[in-house]
Each structure stands twice: as C-alpha cells, then as structure tokens.
C-alpha cells in the first residue's frame, strides 16, 4: 500500500502539471500581428516602402487577414502554424537554434521590451528569442505564439524576404521588426 504522502506529491505533480497545460493554451482565436503587404510581399511580411498600415501598426487590413490566412492554411502542418515563419523546434525543421549567433539573438529584458528593436537577417538564417524570469509569448509575422522563458531560446528562421514584426502576444505590442533580406 503506498504511503500517504507519495500519494499526495503524485496528485499535486498531477495537478501541477495539467495547471501548466491549461495556462499555455487558449481556445480563442488570436489576431495575427499587424502586416503591410502587396502581392508581391510574401504573407505575414510588410512592404517597408508602405506606409498605409494603420497609425499605431496594431490594425491589419482585410488583405492582410486573408494573406496571414493563406498563409497558415499553407502551413497548416508545421508546428508554427505558418509556410514562411519556421520554428526550429519542429520535426520538419532544416535548422537548428544552436545555429543562432550573438548577432541574431534577441533577448527580452525585465520590462518586456526586446534589447534591440530591429534586427536584420538572411533568408533562413536563424534567430533566437531568449526570454527572462518572466513567461512570454511571441508572434512573428502569421506564425503561431511561442512561448518563452529563462535562458532557453526560441529558435526561428523565415523562409521569404520581406518585414515582419515581432509581437508580444499578452499584450498585442510590435515589440521588434524582422527584416529578411
């Protein structure tokens, strides 16, 4: 007969565990960030020679809902829920986060701002997020969030030239803009 107090650890771990779950999901639709683009601007990337999103860059517009949908129909499969915006972490990755350098690593600080605002990459050069004592979650471009925590990076790689911005999801805010060249 086990002990009372395994018992115990075992339904508080259980408990643990399932609260965990249930904090990283949500059932409700979330917005993809705001994004600029034409046709020949890839989804869920901006033109940066058009400035006609809205003043405060929080407003997409209804083509730009319908490119972030294409996209994420396209990529349906992929763990990040986007064709253009690849996560490292899925099983169909070509790239590995380890190949992020000090260069294209973007760390959150304490007040959940980015400690650089832009940064600028190749086309599949990877790039990290690393986060903070605090729990984030990201967006880029049409991806899905990616969650965020301490020094474990989060490993992306965009596959189309264009901008995109990072939004950090709690709070709806552009946190960065990634520029794929």
């Known amino acids: 007969m086990p002990r009372p107090t395994r018992s115990f650890a075992a339904l508080v771990l259980a408990f643990t565990a399932l609260a965990g779950l249930a904090a990283c999901s949500s059932t409700e639709d979330v917005a993809a960030p705001a ?21 405060d860059g ?16 396209a990529g349906s499969e992929r763990l990040s829920g986007s064709e253009t915006v690849m996560w490292t972490a899925d099983t169909e990755s070509t790239q590995a986060t380890t190949d992020a350098t000090a260069d294209t690593t973007l760390t959150f600080q304490s007040d959940g701002t980015l400690d650089r605002s832009e940064l600028t ?61």
């Open 58 to 73: 929080t407003g997409a517009s209804e083509d730009e809902a319908t490119d972030c949908e294409a996209d994420q129909e």
């Open 121 to 181: 990459i190749g086309v599949n050069e990877v790039f990290a997020i690393v986060g903070d004592d605090e729990i984030r979650a990201v967006i880029v471009g049409c991806a899905d969030g990616q969650t965020v925590y301490g020094p474990a990076p989060a490993g992306f790689y965009i596959t189309v030239p264009g901008t995109y911005d990072v939004v950090e999801e709690l709070s709806d805010a552009t946190i960065a803009t990634i520029t794929v060249e």
């Open 35 to 55: 994004t600029t683009s034409t046709s020949t601007i890839p989804a869920g990337a901006s033109d940066p020679e058009d400035d006609s999103g809205s003043a």
